[in-house]
């Protein structure tokens, strides 16, 4: 068989058959593969323990009639805070989740692969939350859906008190255009305002971000719903993470 070199993140696995893995890679050159880890649920795999989820690896992959078969594995970093902990295994699997449900098989975007790695080092070691917020918004620009929220989508001018954000329009609305969507939802400018910088910034300067518990329950719930309402699903992770907190 054919085989490539792919450095990947595991966002996906579930068990196959009797001893197998399915095991669905998001790989900066080619996008997202479904691959096939053969053995992997036998205690002395060679793979134990190195195609956990959230593992950022290199792997030498061979082309197989229907799923591509892992043959080799490199970890490159497990990102093991993320598993120690629930919190920080909610909000990486919300990261996981949504960069499955955004992405089409083999479709490269090596911006989305970087993006991917940086949200889960930051949920593995820094403010998980933060990061899984920055993500959801990194998500929505590279798929061409970046939220409109630092002017109003109807006339331009800049908002503030009394705005609201309309999924169906993608954006903010003026508190004079608000009722050009009657579903859209009150949203803060200080809410606005923060995702119009989760947007625009580098996870490394992510740390700029100071916001009050109210106002992060805000822009996480504006987020997820607008990812939802482009992605056409309800996200599982969410409820999951609001279970545990
Ligand atoms: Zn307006």
Redesign the pocket.
């Known amino acids: 068989m054919p085989v490539y070199k792919a450095e990947a993140i595991v966002i996906r696995r579930v068990s196959l058959g009797e001893a197998d893995r399915l095991v669905t890679l998001y790989t900066r050159d080619r996008g997202k593969i479904a691959t096939v880890a053969k053995g992997a649920r036998k205690p002395r795999s060679r793979f134990a323990g190195r195609l956990e989820l959230f593992t950022h690896l290199r792997a030498l992959l061979a082309i197989g009639r229907t799923l591509d078969v892992v043959s080799q594995i490199e970890v490159v970093e497990p990102h093991a805070g993320i598993r120690a902990d629930l919190q920080r295994m909610g909000h990486a699997a919300f990261i996981a989740e949504i960069t499955d449900r955004a992405t089409a098989d083999r479709e490269a975007a090596p911006e989305l692969f970087a993006a991917l790695r940086s949200a889960l080092r930051m949920a593995s070691v820094g403010d998980a939350e933060l990061a899984a917020m920055w993500y959801a918004a990194q998500v929505l620009v590279l798929t061409g859906h970046g939220p409109i929220v630092d002017r109003?989508v109807?006339?331009?001018?800049g908002?503030s008190r009394g705005a609201v954000f309309s999924l169906a329009l993608g954006g903010a609305?003026?508190q004079?255009?608000r009722g050009r969507d009657a579903q859209a939802s009150p949203a803060s400018a200080v809410a606005l305002a923060a995702m119009g910088f989760l947007r625009e910034t580098q996870a490394a300067a992510l740390s700029k971000l100071a916001l009050e518990r109210r106002h992060r329950d805000e822009v996480a719930g504006l987020l997820q719903r607008y990812l939802e309402y482009r992605l056409e699903t309800r996200l599982k992770s969410p409820s999951i993470i609001q279970k545990m907190v």
């Open positions: 109003c109807i006339c331009g001018r908002v609305l003026c004079a255009d």
